[in-house]
Nanobody, 125 residues
Framework: VQLQASGGGLVQAGGSLRLSCAAS????????MGWFRQAPGKEREFVAS????????SYVDSVRGRFTISRDNAQNTAYLQMNTLKPVDTAVYYC???????????????????WGQGTLVNVSS
C-alpha cells in the first residue's frame, strides 16, 4: 500500500493550494481519508477527515471554512483544498487512510492504518 502526497509548495498568505494523495494497493472508496500536519517543533495534528461513504467530514477548528477534503474515486485520489492560507498553516502535511469501512472518528486521534509521506506547505507573510 502506498499513499503519495503531493502539491505542497511556497505560497503567500491569502493564497491557495490543493494537496493530492494518490493511493495504490487500496481502493480509497472503501477507506476513511484524513489529512494531518506537523509544524516545526510541534506534534503532528489532525486537520481533516472524510468518511469512506463520502457523507461525513470533520475539520479541526482552525481550518474549518478554509479547507475542504474530498476524494475522486475514479482517480483513487484524495484532496485537500486549502484557501485563505495563513503563516500558521506552514507545516508538513500527511495524508492517511483507515479502514476498510468503519468509523472515521478515530482519525482525529491519529488512529489510521496507512500513512503517506509528507508534503511541505510554506506560507509566507
Amino acid at each position: 500500500v502506498q499513499l503519495q502526497a503531493s502539491g505542497g509548495g511556497l505560497v503567500q498568505a491569502g493564497g491557495s493550494l490543493r494537496l493530492s494523495c494518490a493511493a495504490s494497493g487500496i481502493i480509497l472508496s472503501f477507506y476513511n481519508m484524513g489529512w494531518f500536519r506537523q509544524a516545526p517543533g510541534k506534534e503532528r495534528e489532525f486537520v481533516a477527515s472524510l468518511s469512506w461513504t463520502g457523507g461525513s467530514t470533520s475539520y479541526v477548528d482552525s481550518v474549518r471554512g478554509r479547507f475542504t477534503i474530498s476524494r475522486d474515486n475514479a482517480q483513487n485520489t484524495a484532496y485537500l483544498q486549502m484557501n485563505t492560507l495563513k503563516p500558521v498553516d506552514t507545516a508538513v502535511y500527511y495524508c492517511a487512510a483507515s479502514g476498510p469501512r468503519g468509523s472515521m472518528a478515530g482519525m482525529a486521534h491519529n488512529i489510521v492504518n496507512y500513512w503517506g509521506q509528507g508534503t511541505l506547505v510554506n506560507v509566507s507573510s
